[in-house]
C-alpha cells in the first residue's frame, strides 16, 4: 500500500533518490558509502524539518529559528539562538523550550535513518544540568537515534551551551509503524550496514 503524496512546493521530493550501486569495483548496496549516504542524509532531513514549520503548530511559533547543522545516518545536530520567546521570567533558556528541542530532535533522528513520516512520542524524558543562555546565547544539539525497529525508534540527545557545558540531556521514544508506510520514505538509501 503506498499513501498518496499531496504536494507541497516547500517540501523537497526525495522519491527519486536511488543508490546507484554496481558489482563493477563501486560498494555493494550492503556497503553503501558512508559519504553518499551523508550527501543525502542532510536534505532529507532538512526537508522533514520544513515539513515541521510548515505543517505543524508548536514548532514554526517556537522553534523558527533552529538550523539543522549536520546530519549523518543516526546522528543529527542542530543549533539554536536563544530569542525571547525561548526564556522564562528569568531571562533564561526556558525547561519547555528544551523539552520542545528533544521532541524535535528526536523525529529528526528518525528522518536521519529515512522515514519521513516520524511516528508519534511513546515516551519522552529531559534531564536539566546547567542553564541553557540568556537571549543571544547559542544552544547546540546532537541527537542520536539509538536502537531503531520496525514499531519502536530510541533516541537521545545532549544540548551544549557557549561554554561547551552539557546542559541538558534528554531522550525519546517514537512509535513508527505506520511511518514506515509513506512513500517518501528513503530507508534504503540511508540504511546503516554493519
Request: hydrophobic share 35%; glycine share 8%; proline share 4%.
Amino acid at each position: 500500500m503506498r499513501i498518496a503524496k499531496t504536494p507541497n512546493p516547500a517540501i523537497p521530493d526525495f522519491t527519486h533518490l536511488t543508490c546507484s550501486c554496481t558489482m563493477n569495483n563501486h560498494p555493494s548496496p550492503s556497503q553503501h558509502s558512508t559519504a553518499t549516504m551523508s550527501s543525502k542524509c542532510l536534505p532529507f532531513v532538512r526537508s522533514v524539518w520544513e515539513s515541521f514549520r510548515a505543517n505543524s503548530g508548536l514548532e514554526p511559533r517556537l522553534l523558527d529559528s533552529l538550523h539543522v547543522t549536520a546530519a549523518r545516518p543516526g546522528t543529527v545536530t542542530f543549533e539554536l539562538e536563544i530569542q525571547q520567546q525561548h526564556t522564562n521570567r528569568l531571562q533564561i533558556l526556558h525547561g519547555g523550550t528544551i523539552a520542545s528541542m528533544v521532541d524535535l530532535g528526536g523525529s529528526l533522528a528518525v528522518a536521519s535513518r529515512g522515514l519521513f513520516a516520524t511516528g508519534v512520542s511513546t515516551d519522552l524524558n529531559v534531564t536539566y544540568l546547567n542553564s541553557g543562555g540568556r537571549i543571544g546565547d547559542r544552544i547546540r544539539a546532537e541527537v542520536t537515534c539509538d536502537k531503531f525497529g520496525k514499531t519502536l525508534a530510541y533516541t537521545s540527545i545532549k544540548f551544549m551551551n557557549d561554554k561547551d557545558e552539557v546542559v541538558a540531556r534528554g531522550s525519546h521514544t517514537k512509535y513508527v509503524s505506520l511511518a514506515w508506510k509513506d512513500g517518501r520514505n528513503i530507508v534504503e538509501e540511508l540504511s546503516v550496514r554493519e
